[in-house]
């Protein structure tokens, strides 16, 4: 069992930054992959990044690729989303994810976390 809980969500302009945190908890963490989507108002929920068990691997969506850094610490068992140059299509609810079922992409992952607002205006 594990449970996840995002932090760091907030209202930032256009280009700034945040970092969004997700604490893992449970003895397993390291077991798993660990996956951030963000779902948008009257939008699907999309994959934004995903990051392998060492952290070795690491996988963005083409809209972030550049701008979003992922990074986890087994030791402390958060995964991180470092989100830089932010632009207003950002704004969305982002949900951190744990064990996905059919690859890293898709948003069959068992573990979600309850999620955590990010808003950037214009």
């Known amino acids: 069992q594990v449970q996840l809980v995002e932090s760091g969500g907030g209202l930032v302009q256009a280009g700034g930054s945040l970092r969004l945190s997700c604490a893992a908890s449970g003895r397993a963490f390291s077991r798993y992959p660990m996956g951030w989507f963000r779902q948008a108002p009257g939008k699907e929920r999309e994959f934004v990044s995903a990051?392998?068990?060492?952290?070795?691997?690491?996988y963005y969506a083409d809209s972030v690729k550049g701008r979003f850094t992922i990074s986890r610490d087994n030791a402390k068992n958060t995964v991180n989303l470092q989100m830089n140059s932010l632009k207003p299509e950002d704004t969305a609810v982002y949900y951190c994810a744990a064990d996905p079922r059919r690859g890293y992409f898709s948003d069959m992952y068992y573990y979600w976390g309850q999620g955590t607002q990010v808003t950037v205006s214009s």
């Open positions: 990051i392998s068990q060492s952290g070795g691997l690491t």
